[in-house]
């Protein structure tokens, strides 16, 4: 029996030089890191029946934005996915879009 091709290698990746983070390492360059504007803005406090604020941190189909996405410290995200969660409760925001 012969068995023709390289079956033990990656798909596509033989030869290609740098893998995906190299390339997109050179691409990126100097970025900004995100601060979280709660942490920045002290004064700024919100409460779960203020839909229209709480709606930004909800992607188009309804579930939470990590915190990657936002820019939201651990501490505040943690409350934002409370109020969410009281919102959906509560029926002002829906479960599923």
Known sequence: ?????????????????????????????????????????????FDYKEVKRIERFLNERGKILSRRVTGNCARHQRKIAVLVKRARFLALLPYVR
């Open 1 to 45: 029996m012969v068995l023709i091709g390289s079956f033990g290698s990656r798909r596509g990746k033989a030869g290609k030089g740098k893998g995906r983070r190299g390339a997109a390492r050179e691409r990126i360059g100097v970025v900004e890191k995100k601060t979280c504007r709660f942490c920045r803005d002290d004064g700024v406090n």
